[in-house]
Structure formats: C-alpha cells, structure tokens
C-alpha cells in the first residue's frame, strides 16, 4: 500500500535548516547528495538543462518509510518566496510535526534564535505552535505528544490549498487511494490564527496517507492566490510531498490512473527505484517515489551515522579515523 512518505523544501540556507530539524526537532540526519545535469533539470522542470546543480539532504524520525527531503539549488539560483505571500495561496502550504518533549522544544527553539508565530495554544489537552523556518521560510507546526514514551518526533500531516477541492477528492482519494476521514482530523477554523489567518473562511478534506494525514484547504477568505506564471520547483519553500510505493505495479497503475485524470509526468516511472514528478490540479507538484526495501538507506530512509559538525578539524578525530584505517 502506498504512503506519503516524503515532504521536500527548498532552502536558502541548507546548514542551517539541517541544524533546526535536527538539533530543535530532533531529527536524525540521513545523508545526502549532489545532483546536477539534465535528468536533474526534466525531473524538477528547470530550464537550466546541463547546467543544473542541486544538493539535496534526508531527515527521518522514528517512522518506516517516511523523511524529509531538503533541496538547495544552485543553478537555477533558488529565488526567495514572493513578497506577500500568505498560506492560504494555492500550493503545498505548511506541515506539522509531533515532539516527545514539547518543553525541551521550546527551549531549544528559543536558544536557536528562532520565534513562534504566536503563543501555543490547547487543542485537545495537546501544545502547539507554528515557526516559520527561516531556510525554507516554510511554516511548521509543531505538536506536542502527552504520554507518548517515543524516542524520536514524526511528520504529522502535510496541507496544501487548492482551488477545487472536488478535483483534490479525486487525485487523492481515487488515484492515489488514501481514505478520507472527519474534515476536523487536524484542525478547526479556529486554528488558522497559529499561522496568521484569523478569521479564514474555508472548506477541508482531510486523508489518512499511511502514518501521515494530507489537509487539503479550499479557502474562500483570504482569497487564494495563485503561484506566478514563472514560478519554479526550486523556488523557495515546500516544493512538494511524495507518496511513497514499494510495488512497481501499484506505483504504474497509480500513475497511469493520474494521467487519466490530466496529470502530467516529469519523466518516465523508473525500472526498479527512483522517482517521477506529477502536476496535478492547480499544478500542484506530487512525487511518485519507488524504493524497494533492500535500498532504503540509498535513498535517504535510514539514519546515517555522521561525524559531530567540525569533528574533522580536531586533530584527535583525524588520529582515530587514521588508527581505525590502519586496523583495517
């Protein structure tokens, strides 16, 4: 059965995002790598063809088959979110995570230098609150767990906006198979104030993706706008969320299933792991990710034991790295 097993952004500042997600959230780091050329370029639609670049890096909690992907792309140059912009505009809109100790969060959210967008709120005897992280200038949700003894946070739901919530039933029930259930799943009007739309009118649709909830959002007020006629996937912010297969067959039947509907494909579905980009209504930015399980840890889904920031400087490190060298 699918999942949605992935939400990707796109940062100014990658170090500096892996150090929120990792040292204020607690995530673990799951390696990563640089991209570039022009298979680079048809998968994420750019224009610079041979001469795009792109490093990307993995984050993972304590779910199976479920991470957060950063890009930073250097060509194209990443542009920064558009002035004025407000989460109620069409596309990939904010997404929440889950924490074991949320006062430890906090703490480590303020030590970073990093503000909320307003005070926690109770929702249902459970603290939340949203920051907009600074790389990505992405709004997360941050949500406290009570009596949970888990050792890691977890991606919660992803939400996007859209202009036609009938046609998101459609890709994401129908297509994709993701059962729909109570519309108040997640949030309530009243929560829009977290992330600055007080008063927001709106109609939602909420889907259970595997261990991840997908929040879909018709807004009436603010009027939604919709992203620039040269808007790019590298462009900062979230670029998209990736429902997740194991099956090559059931990835194939999902995807020809999209087509059916309008969607179009970035590239050809891959032979055995890999990855294939749709635009879905609104021209909403949906990842098709094959990964047998034999490859997780190649693509991103295993915790990597990484050397301490800095460690290499330290002469001690470099001793020990030589010893373990010679020992083997």
């Known amino acids: 059965m699918a999942n949605l097993a992935q939400v990707a952004l796109c940062t100014a500042d990658l170090p500096r995002t892996i150090r929120t997600f990792v040292d204020v959230l607690g995530f673990l780091n799951a390696g990563g790598r640089p991209r570039w050329g022009e298979y680079a370029s048809r998968v994420h639609e750019l224009p610079t063809g041979d001469d795009t670049y792109v490093m990307m890096w993995w984050l993972v909690g304590r779910q199976e088959f479920v991470q957060i992907e950063l890009f930073h792309h250097t060509s194209p140059a990443q542009r920064p979110r558009r002035p004025g912009w407000r989460p109620s505009d ?15 969060t906090m703490r480590r959210l303020h030590g970073a230098g990093l503000t909320t967008m307003t005070s926690p709120v109770d929702v249902d005897g459970r603290r939340r609150v949203c920051v907009r992280e600074p790389g990505a200038d992405a709004i997360v949700e941050i949500m406290e767990e009570v009596g949970s003894h888990a050792p890691a946070p977890a991606l919660a739901y992803v939400a996007a906006s859209v202009s036609d919530l009938e046609s998101a039933r459609r890709y994401f029930g129908e297509v994709f198979g993701f059962p729909e259930i109570q519309a108040d799943a997640i949030h309530k009007p009243e929560h829009e104030a977290m992330w600055g739309l007080d008063g927001a009118r709106r109609a939602c649709a909420v889907f259970r993706a595997g261990d991840v909830l997908l929040e879909v959002m018709h807004y009436e007020t603010p009027r939604p706008k919709a992203p620039p006629a040269d808007a790019l996937l590298s462009d900062q912010g979230i670029m998209n969320v990736a429902i997740g297969h194991r099956d090559r067959a059931e990835m194939l039947d999902a995807l020809a299933a999209a087509e059916s509907l309008g969607a179009s494909a970035t590239t050809d579905p891959p032979p055995v792991a890999g990855a294939t980009y749709l635009r879905i209504s609104d021209r909403l930015s949906v990842e098709l990710l094959l990964v047998p399980p034999d490859l997780d840890g190649a693509y991103g889904f295993s915790p990597q034991e990484l050397a301490p920031p800095g460690s290499a400087f330290f002469p001690e490190v470099a001793a020990g790295l030589m010893a373990r060298r010679d020992r083997e």
């Open 90 to 104: 069409l596309g990939w809109v904010r997404f929440g995570v889950t924490v074991p100790d949320f006062d430890l």
